[in-house]
């Protein structure tokens, strides 16, 4: 699933090539992905408005967007949800596109270089009156596109917090601090693989109750969340991570050398290094 570094490539390339284009027509027919709108409800809220602002907090991103006579911050919010696999897609009128969003992997890394692309995974696409698009392509169709999302549930975005406040939400309770970090209420923003980087690079054992924390072990991690998050953003997302590439079989700790553990952890795969991970 694209975790935080991800979502924030795809709300960068909103910012930098869909603000203050004027919306013409929108594709919201894929019904799965728009629910619980009907075909047109989008379309009929945003068409004439202008996308205002990109947002994010954790994984969730939104636009703001115009009136239509075009007023800043008036108009509804698009929230976008890139499921497991989406990316946003946006050209200009003659067709020079920007995206961002998951890792594809493998030979080809931009959706425009895909050769077996189909156009039916594009599954959301704003028409810009200036000939271009902003489009959600999502092949495993598991994204969400909605008007004026709920946000209320998500805990502070997990780049932004500041100490204080992490420390009063992750370091308390008896589950695995892993755990305290996967769920959204408590920080916004990281999944399994930036856990596993983050909690390799403090050298903590992801197993360890979260209550048993003491404050400079929750200074180190918050240090340590802060700069895995701002490494995978610069270097193209989560699996940038300096221990990812050694998560598997026989997989071993990039500092020491020692085979890496492996156990399920707040109810996903996890891998620590024994030896430094305490």
């Not at 929108?26 to 809220?45: K, M, N, Q, S, Y």
């Not at 916004?188 to 400079?216: H, K, Y």
């Amino acid at each position: 699933m694209p975790e935080l570094p991800e979502v924030e490539s795809a709300r960068a390339t909103v910012e930098a090539g869909a603000l203050g284009r004027r919306i013409a027509a929108v594709d919201d027919t894929d019904t799965w992905e728009c629910r619980p709108h009907a075909p047109g409800d989008i379309e009929h809220a945003l068409v004439g408005r202008v996308l205002t602002g990109a947002f994010r907090r954790g994984k969730s991103m939104w636009c703001e967007t115009s009136d239509v006579g075009g007023e800043d911050g008036s108009g509804p919010v698009l929230g976008i949800h890139l499921g497991m696999s989406g990316r946003i897609v946006v050209t200009d009128g003659e067709g020079r596109s920007i995206e961002g969003g998951d890792w594809l992997g493998g030979r080809y890394g931009r959706v425009a270089d895909q050769p077996d692309r189909k156009p039916e995974w594009d599954r959301f696409t704003l028409r810009f009156a200036d000939g271009g698009e902003l489009r959600l392509f999502d092949k495993r169709r598991l994204g969400r596109v909605r008007l004026d999302p709920d946000l209320s549930a998500l805990g502070p975005d997990a780049q932004q917090v500041e100490l204080a406040e992490f420390s009063a939400r992750v370091g308390r309770g008896t589950a695995p601090v892993k755990a305290r970090l996967l769920d959204q209420s408590v920080v916004a923003g990281v999944g399994n693989l930036l856990a596993d980087e983050t909690l390799w690079q403090a050298r903590i054992s992801p197993r360890r109750p979260a209550g048993s924390l003491a404050p400079d072990d929750l200074a180190v991690l918050h240090a340590a969340l802060r700069a895995a998050t701002e490494a995978a953003i610069t270097h193209g997302g989560v699996h940038t991570g300096e221990v990812i590439e050694h998560r598997g079989a026989g997989g071993h700790c990039p500092r020491c050398g020692a085979e890496l553990s492996r156990a399920t952890v707040g109810g996903r795969t996890t891998f620590w290094c024994p030896e430094e991970q305490r």
